[in-house]
C-alpha cells in the first residue's frame, strides 16, 4: 500500500496569525494515517514546526538553494529547512519555473539538495495551456520528470505532484480520464526507470484548484496517492474536508 499524503502549499500568504489555522487543522483532522503536510512561507518554517510539534501535521518548505551554503543572497539552503524540523520541500513548482526561470536541471540540484539535507522532496511537473492544447502533455512530463528527478530516488525521499500549470488558481481542473491518464503515464515512466518496488511506492499527488467538492472525485483516479493544495489549505474549514476526502478513498 502507498502512502496516502496531503499537502498543503500557502504560496506568499500568511503572517504569524496564520499558524492559528495548524491547530485548527489539528483539531479537525484528529488522528489519521494519512500524512498531512502544510508548506508556509520560509520566515514562518521555525513557528509552524513548533506549532505543529504535537500533532500529526509535518512542515515543508516551498524551495531551497541547489548549494549548502554561500553567497546566495536571499536564498535558503535544505540545511537550513531541515534546521527547522520541516521534513519536507517543494521543488520545482510552476511558479518557480516562471517567475525565477527555474529549469529541469536547477531542479535536479535542488531534489539532490534536499536528500542531502533529508529533506523529502515533492517535485512538481505539469505542462502549460499552450501545451496541453497542443497535444504534448505527456511529452513534456517525461522531459521534466527525466531531467529533474536524479537516480536515487526512493520510496520514502520523494513525492510527484502532478500540477497543470492552467489547473493552478483558475478553478479549472482536468477530467477525471485525463487525471487518470497522466497519473498512469508518471507512474509508468517511474516504473520504468527506477523497476517495479521504487516505481510503485512513491506517492503521486494532483494539484491545481483542488477544493473540498471536487477532491472526492479527482480521488478515485487509481494513482493519485493525495493532492497538493493552493489556496484550499489557507484554511483548515477548507483543507479538513479535502483531508477527510482522502482518507476515504
Ligand atoms: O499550485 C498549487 C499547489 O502547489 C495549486 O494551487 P490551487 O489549489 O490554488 O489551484
Redesign the pocket.
Known amino acids: 500500500m502507498r502512502r496516502k499524503l496531503a499537502a498543503g502549499?500557502w504560496k506568499m500568504n500568511g503572517t504569524g496569525a496564520a499558524l492559528e489555522e495548524l491547530d485548527e487543522l489539528s483539531r479537525m483532522i484528529g488522528t489519521t494515517a494519512l500524512q498531512v503536510v502544510i508548506c508556509p512561507p520560509a520566515p514562518l518554517l521555525y513557528r509552524a514546526c513548533e506549532a505543529a510539534q504535537d500533532s500529526i501535521i509535518a512542515i515543508g518548505g516551498q524551495d531551497c538553494h541547489s548549494a549548502a551554503a554561500g553567497a546566495h543572497t536571499g536564498d535558503i539552503s535544505a540545511a537550513m529547512i531541515a534546521d527547522t524540523g520541516a521534513q519536507y520541500v517543494i521543488l520545482g513548482?510552476s511558479e518557480r519555473r516562471a517567475d525565477h526561470h527555474e529549469s529541469d536541471a536547477d531542479i535536479h540540484a535542488k531534489v539532490k539538495a534536499a536528500w542531502a539535507a533529508e529533506l523529502t522532496a515533492i517535485l512538481?511537473i505539469g505542462e502549460t495551456a499552450e501545451q496541453q492544447q497542443s497535444g504534448t502533455t505527456l511529452e513534456i512530463l517525461a522531459t521534466q520528470l527525466a531531467g529533474s528527478l536524479p537516480d536515487a530516488v526512493s520510496a520514502t525521499n520523494t513525492v510527484i505532484a502532478y500540477?497543470p500549470v492552467w489547473?493552478?488558481?483558475t478553478g479549472k481542473v482536468p477530467s477525471l480520464e485525463q487525471i487518470a491518464e497522466t497519473h498512469d503515464f508518471i507512474r509508468d515512466t517511474l516504473i520504468t526507470r527506477f523497476g517495479e518496488t521504487t516505481g510503485n511506492a512513491v506517492p503521486l499527488l494532483y494539484?491545481?484548484?483542488?477544493k473540498p467538492d471536487n477532491a472526492e472525485t479527482i480521488f478515485r483516479a487509481e494513482n493519485v496517492d493525495g493532492a497538493?493544495?493552493?489556496?484550499?489549505s489557507l484554511k483548515a474549514s477548507d483543507f479538513a474536508p479535502i483531508i477527510a476526502a482522502l482518507d476515504r478513498a
Open positions: 502549499n513548482h512538481c500540477e489547473a493552478i488558481g494539484g491545481g484548484s483542488v497538493l493544495v493552493g489556496g484550499a
